[in-house]
């Protein structure tokens, strides 16, 4: 079935995180001080992986890449959010809501491709050490960051368009704090049978898809360290495993829970929804490089020569 534009509906109405004013400044402050996190986390590790020259592998290559999405994905959903509590004024115009949903699932999709390259260089760099180098070269690395972010538009392209493509009537008021398409889908005044499924085989099977080829690059990973003779090594390995399999948890989880089902709403959507909108993205520095000694060195040292030129 194929829809055109008919919208009479121009804007929409947010219904934010809470009726209640007193909680809607709580929240305020608390999503302020996440997001200021989340920006200068982020930023300190980009900034720390391109000025010191020891973070020059692919791992670290990779881990830029993913803390400046994690900046943009953060900052496509917290800043409205801010505004609209601060004002007062919880109102998008259906043009600025299809994009927040575009830009929405380009950075997340971008981010669940990462993510998956990301647990295929720690695969190849504990199961097949020797090759590591050979395997994953400069050009290769190059190639699957491209590769993550064209995935990611297409995916976002086609939900965006198909979202486009619904007619609104009205009611307009959107059950949450930002524009997606499972909120959006159940505002149509028409058949969305087949966006429900073009949502679950896109969104939903991504995610799935991702998510359980990360599980069986952690289970090679995993297998290989159980042959490590030294405990310490196999503690330190085991530890840094199941602290990206508590983030990748974290990301994935919540997005199969959400797009792997028809559009329905539930009360708990809002609440699984802030995980991998906005703790996510506070996460992944802290798990993935703040706990790295030698990223922690190099954040500490471009510190002190800002502070300290001399």
Same mark, same amino acid.
Request: a positive charge.
């Given at each position: 079935m194929v829809f055109t534009n008919q919208s009479s509906v121009k804007e929409f109405t947010l219904s934010g995180l809470s009726s209640s004013h007193e909680l809607h400044v709580i929240f305020s402050v608390f999503f302020l001080v996440l997001? $200021?996190? /989340? &920006?200068?986390?982020?930023?300190?590790?980009? /900034?720390?992986? #391109?000025? =010191?020259? #020891? &973070?020059?592998?692919?791992?670290?290559?990779?881990?830029?890449?993913? *803390?400046? $999405? =994690?900046?943009?994905?953060?900052?496509? +959903?917290? !800043?409205? $959010?801010? +505004?609209?509590? %601060?004002?007062?004024?919880? /109102?998008? *115009?259906?043009?600025?809501?299809?994009?927040? %949903?575009?830009? &929405? #699932? $380009?950075?997340?999709? +971008?981010?669940?491709?990462? %993510? +998956?390259?990301?647990?295929? =260089?720690?695969?190849?760099?504990?199961?097949? !050490? %020797?090759?590591?180098?050979?395997?994953?070269? #400069?050009?290769?690395?190059?190639c699957l960051v491209t590769f993550s972010w064209f995935a990611g538009f297409l995916h976002s392209f086609t939900q965006a368009f198909l979202t486009y493509q619904l007619p609104f009537c009205g009611p307009n008021k959107i059950n949450h704090f930002f524009c997606d398409v499972h909120p959006l889908a159940v505002l149509a005044c028409a058949d969305t049978y087949f966006i429900d499924m073009s949502i679950i085989a896109n969104s939903g099977m991504i995610s799935l898809t991702c998510f359980v080829i990360l599980l069986f690059s952690y289970l090679g990973i995993i297998t290989t360290i159980l042959k490590i003779r030294s405990s310490e090594g196999r503690r330190k390995a085991f530890s840094t495993c199941a602290s990206h399999i508590l983030v990748v948890t974290f990301f994935f989880g919540p997005c199969i829970f959400i797009y792997l089902r028809p559009p329905v709403n539930y009360p708990s959507d809002k609440l699984i929804s802030i995980l991998y909108t906005v703790l996510t993205p506070l996460l992944n520095p802290i798990i993935y490089t703040l706990r790295n000694q030698e990223v922690k060195n190099a954040v500490i040292k471009f510190s002190r020569s800002k502070i300290f030129p001399h």
């Open positions: 997001y $200021l996190m /989340t &920006l200068s986390g982020n930023l300190a590790i980009i /900034t720390a992986v #391109h000025v =010191d020259s #020891h &973070l020059r592998s692919p791992m670290y290559f990779f881990l830029s890449n993913l *803390s400046f $999405l =994690d900046m943009c994905y953060s900052s496509v +959903t917290i !800043p409205r $959010l801010l +505004t609209n509590i %601060l004002s007062g004024k919880k /109102t998008i *115009s259906f043009n600025q809501c299809i994009s927040q %949903l575009f830009f &929405l #699932h $380009l950075f997340g999709g +971008t981010e669940c491709f990462l %993510l +998956t390259v990301m647990a295929y =260089d720690r695969y190849v760099a504990i199961c097949n !050490p %020797l090759r590591y180098h050979a395997v994953m070269n #400069h050009r290769f690395c190059f």
